[in-house]
């Protein structure tokens, strides 16, 4: 049986790569195949967030919230 979503909140989340959408969904009946599957879309979305970090310029982070991605760190409050 597939899961059923229930809930679904978005926001938008400001750091030193730029804006960042968070989505928090809540399931009915979730089980390993959609566990598998989310882990998987996380694992790259993070991949690509991480290749944006690489290139952002660190100057125009300045002042924006601060973003750690595999140890490329951006923004800061000054």
């Not at 400001?14 to 599957?37: A, C, K, L, R």
């Amino acid at each position: 049986m597939p899961a059923i979503k229930i809930s679904e909140e978005t926001s938008v989340v400001d750091s030193g790569i730029g804006p960042i959408y968070v989505t928090e969904t809540q399931y009915q009946d979730y089980d390993i195949d959609d566990f598998v599957h989310n882990s998987a879309l996380s694992k790259a979305l993070y991949l690509q967030m991480l290749n944006k970090a690489q290139v952002t310029d660190p100057d125009l982070a300045v002042g924006r919230p601060p973003v750690d991605l595999g140890g490329v760190t951006l923004g800061g409050h000054n």
